[in-house]
């Protein structure tokens, strides 16, 4: 049974740092990449960033260049997003997936972020 379970999330004051991690089971964790998406009340899922399981290639949504950096451990199944300098413009619920487009086949339960001002 394919899982993602995400972790880390919480409430914290601008300028904050949070550590989100997707912990993958199920499947062939190099095979696949992995993407962190996130949805805030009222607004449309959008893709945050993403890392191949094979080459390690990374992306990221110009709203959190040079502020976010995703990372994966191979022996852990886990995708890592460390979220820098957080904005309350970052409060949402962050979902990682089996892909980095919208049509993933597989996602986790969500984690709430919370930036307060």
């Known amino acids: 049974e394919v899982q993602l379970v995400e972790s880390g999330g919480g409430l914290v004051q601008a300028g904050g740092s949070l550590r989100l991690s997707c912990a993958a089971s199920?499947?062939?964790?190099?095979?696949?990449?992995i993407g962190w998406f996130r949805q805030a009340p009222g607004k449309e899922r959008e893709g945050v960033s993403c890392i191949s399981g094979g080459t390690g290639m990374t992306l990221y949504a110009d709203s959190v260049k040079g502020r976010f950096t995703i990372s994966s451990d191979h022996a852990k199944n886990t995708v890592y997003l460390q979220m820098n300098s957080l904005k309350p413009e970052d409060t949402a619920v962050y979902y990682c997936?089996?892909?980095?487009?919208?049509?993933?086949?597989?996602w986790g339960q969500g984690t709430q972020v919370t930036v307060s001002s």
């Open positions: 199920g499947f062939a964790f190099d095979d696949y990449a």
């Open positions: 997936a089996t892909d980095c487009v919208y049509e993933a086949e597989y």
